[in-house]
């Protein structure tokens, strides 16, 4: 391959690793709260993956251990659960979380969906919660998890729907893009909402060889038991993008943009936390058994 073809290949990863390891240490500062945003989702990973106890299952772009931490105590200690990431200081944190649980049935490394380091047919399950769209190549992660995964077993992946469904992510943004300009993105750009219309991901598993591949939408409500001003802390040490654009606003304006955020968001406090409606799309698909 040519030196200028291999630059190619290497920029869409260096983005990858550039774009979120800063957001890291924010993500392990927030991890009890995200865990319990996100567990309706890990659910339907499990139910769609079909993971049961004594099960050995994939989490792919596992970033500070989840939905892996989770799906650990449900294969209990004759299972074994592995996570990826290609964030080094996402596996540290998610390494750090393992050892304050005092779970052993763990392991996780540092890896890139398109190259992993098990051999074909190691496991009873794969899923991934929110990381497919930032895969450099999708269809080469796609066959990669299905190499790794044993026959007739399940790989279960989950995207977000469309940002206008999803408060939890527009409530923000709205506000900041007010004051600073974003231009629209690539189609296929990595992004959080790249495989937000139905049948795109679909589509990518059956080219990449998924048998009997599925797409359902699941609704569901994201609950952080957290006060408004917490979650606008919250909410922007997540996003790098977010965090980006706040950086590039005057005080006046940042001042301007947390009063208007802080109004936005006060729509969706209940209860003393937060409660936002969300829709995200669960697809999954199955690799093909040596009949099929």
Not at 40 to 65: M, R
Not at 189 to 199: E, S
Not at 205 to 215: C, I, N, Q, T, Y
Not at 225 to 235: K, P
Request: with cysteine.
């Amino acid at each position: 391959m040519a030196p200028e073809a291999i630059l190619l290949l290497m920029q869409p990863e260096q983005e990858v690793i550039n774009r979120w390891t800063g957001s890291a240490p924010y993500w392990e500062k927030h991890r009890k709260i995200i865990r319990q945003m996100f567990a309706p989702v890990t659910q339907a990973l499990v139910e769609e993956g079909q993971i049961g106890t004594g099960q050995v299952v994939l989490d792919i772009a596992t970033g500070p251990g989840e939905p892996a931490l989770s799906v650990a105590g449900l294969v209990g200690p004759k299972g074994k659960v592995f996570g990826i990431d290609p964030i080094p200081e996402m596996v540290a944190a998610a390494r750090r979380a393992a050892d304050r649980l005092g779970l052993r049935n763990l392991q996780f490394d540092v890896a890139f969906a398109d190259k992993m380091p098990f051999p074909a047919d190691t496991f009873d399950a794969v899923i991934s919660r929110f990381g497919v769209m930032f895969f450099p190549v999708p269809v080469e992660g796609v066959r990669e998890m299905l190499r790794v995964l044993k026959p007739g077993r399940k790989l279960a992946l989950a995207v977000w729907h469309f940002a206008e469904n999803n408060p939890f992510h527009y409530s923000l943004s709205r506000v900041i893009d007010r004051y600073v300009e974003s231009p629209p993105l690539a189609p296929d750009a990595l992004d959080a909402f790249r495989f937000a219309t139905p049948g795109k991901l679909r589509t990518i598993l059956m080219e990449a060889g998924a048998m009997s591949v599925s797409e359902r939408l699941l609704k569901f409500t994201i609950l952080a038991a957290i006060s408004l001003e917490d979650f606008w802390t919250l909410r922007i040490e997540m996003s790098e993008k977010l965090r980006e654009k706040m950086a590039r606003l005057s005080n006046d304006q940042m001042n301007e943009v947390k009063r208007q955020g802080l109004e936005s968001l006060g729509e969706y406090c209940a209860g003393g936390g937060m409660s936002f409606p969300a829709e995200v799309l669960i697809v999954n698909g199955v690799k093909a058994g040596p009949h099929s």
